[in-house]
């Protein structure tokens, strides 16, 4: 069975631009969650999707947005990027999320970099 | 805020020897589970603990959750260089439905 994919691997963008990163769960996966990662605010929680309903959300601002498909492919959006955006986002999926449902499975994540 | 708490935060320690990482928290979790990442990837989910006491053995890593399910330890034993890496604790809360990531520890395992 395939792993959760991401693409891209590795990104740079300009201050103020917007990027998008997108997220293959394992097949019959259906909850997608996104991290973002940092050398001093280790793994925080992003927001998780189910269903293609947002289920859980993180504490970060409006800038950083979400959406799952049918096929449970999920795309994660950052506007207006800023210097602190600078991270590795990392996809998760497990099979159903929630509460008992938490064994997740990561992607290889997606190495942003803003300048 | 709920946290989880690692310790060491870093540790170096040559080929063979034991160690124990410790992750705390002050408040009680449904279920928790170990990952370990390597530079460049993701983390890989190596256990889930759910029951208070309960102790699981994977080749020499013994994981415990602790009987009022708010710690957890990991124990190697006899380290080698493939054991390097960043070593995660994350704890299922009941309250948020969300899973919660402790600080990390960094092991550096030296031939």
């Known amino acids: 069975k395939a792993g959760v994919t991401q693409t891209p691997r590795y990104l740079i963008k300009t201050r103020g631009q917007q990027v998008t990163l997108s997220c293959s769960p394992i097949?019959?996966?259906?909850?997608v969650s996104w991290y973002q990662q940092t050398p001093g605010q280790g793994l925080q929680f992003l927001f998780e999707?189910?269903?293609?309903?947002?289920?859980n959300k993180g504490n970060f601002p409006g800038r950083f947005s979400g959406r799952q498909f049918s096929n449970s492919r999920s795309e994660m959006n950052v506007s207006t990027l800023e210097l602190g955006d600078s991270a590795l986002y990392l996809c998760?999926?497990?099979?159903?999320?929630?509460?008992?449902?938490?064994?997740?499975?990561f992607g290889p994540g997606t190495r942003l970099t803003v300048t | 805020t709920q946290l989880l708490e690692q310790s060491p935060q870093f540790l170096s320690i040559q080929e063979g020897e034991n160690l124990t990482v410790y992750c705390n928290s002050s408040?009680?979790?449904?279920?928790l589970q170990w990952y370990r990442q390597e530079p460049g990837e993701g983390p890989v989910l190596l256990v889930t603990?759910?029951?208070?006491?309960e102790v699981k053995k994977l080749k020499r890593l013994t994981f415990q959750f602790g009987d009022a399910r708010k710690d957890s330890s990991l124990h190697i034993t006899a380290a080698q260089p493939g054991d390097t890496g960043l070593y995660l604790c994350?704890?299922?809360?009941?309250?948020?439905?969300?899973?919660?990531f402790g600080t990390g520890t960094r092991l550096q395992v030296f031939p």
């Open positions: 998760a999926s497990s099979l159903v999320g929630g509460q008992g449902g938490y064994e997740q499975y």
């Open positions: 097949s019959g996966h259906r909850s």
């Open positions: 999707y189910f269903s293609e309903t947002q289920r």
């Open positions: 408040s009680v979790f449904s279920s």
């Open positions: 603990v759910v029951t208070g006491g």
């Open positions: 994350a704890g299922e809360s009941y309250n948020t439905d969300k899973l919660i």
